[in-house]
């Protein structure tokens, strides 16, 4: 379901946004400011388990479109967010194993609304990022999805490892891309399955990769050593979708 993305500005607006349920990505707060009123916002956004930003009153400032920011802005989401559950059971409701996109820390919106794109043209039943360092469902990321964004779940959760860890005893199985790895076509990638793409900068994190069952590597035969995020995912989401139809 879309939302309408915006600046949410003063404090009764931002309280009122919190309590009727609308998805809040970042909460820039008054840095040192304890009054009543702004301590109850804080306390609604810990309890949403929104991002916190506290920040001096030129940064606040600076995003006002208003200028009567009352020393809150809020950022509401562009597109509703799921719970990691739904996504489990739209691959129930097609009788098809999981098969979930994780993302470990994508910055770049126009790499996060290409990855949906393609998740969406794999067959991937859904998407999940982190709730900080990462890049939340903007209008960017929504426009670069080309439309996707409407039918790709994704998900966000507090902690990457721990959710990969529940979805192990749940039967999922994960692969992580990494240079170091074995080369993508010796693995097997077919059956209920997580790919894990890193950072555009660090890749994977040490915890996240550590907790993956396999490591693939995409051959690579240029004169630099990497790919874009999002074409690293194409490429890997590819190839499972071909082990996939191999298999029947």
């Not at 470990?104 to 360092?133: C, F, M, Q, S």
């Amino acid at each position: 379901m879309e939302l309408e993305e915006n600046k949410i500005e003063g404090r009764n607006a931002v309280l009122e946004a919190f309590r009727s349920g609308k998805t809040i990505d970042k909460l820039f707060v008054l840095d040192g400011c304890q009054d009543g009123p702004v301590r109850t916002i804080v306390r609604e956004a810990k309890k949403h388990d929104t991002l916190i930003n506290f920040v001096a009153k030129e940064r606040l400032d600076q995003l006002s479109e208003t200028g009567k920011h009352q020393g809150v802005i809020a950022i509401s989401a562009a597109y509703d967010y799921v719970e990691v559950e739904e996504i489990l059971k739209s691959a129930e409701n097609k009788n098809e194993p999981p098969f979930i996109i994780l993302l470990d820390g994508i910055e770049d919106p126009h790499n996060l609304g290409a990855i949906i794109r393609t998740a969406n043209l794999v067959g991937a039943h859904g998407i999940i990022i982190p709730k900080r360092r990462a890049v939340g469902l903007t209008p960017t990321v929504a426009k670069t999805s080309a439309g996707a964004i409407n039918y790709t779940p994704v998900a966000k959760v507090t902690n990457m490892t721990q959710t990969i860890k529940e979805l192990k005893d749940k039967g999922m199985w994960f692969v992580c891309a990494d240079m170091g790895g074995t080369a993508m076509y010796d693995l097997d990638l077919t059956g209920p399955i997580g790919l894990v793409i890193g950072n555009e900068g660090d890749g994977v994190s040490k915890l996240v990769r550590e907790n993956c069952d396999m490591i693939a590597s995409i051959p690579m035969k240029g004169d630099i050593d990497s790919l874009n995020a999002s074409v690293a995912t194409g490429v890997l989401a590819y190839e499972i979708l071909r082990q996939r139809i191999q298999k029947g």
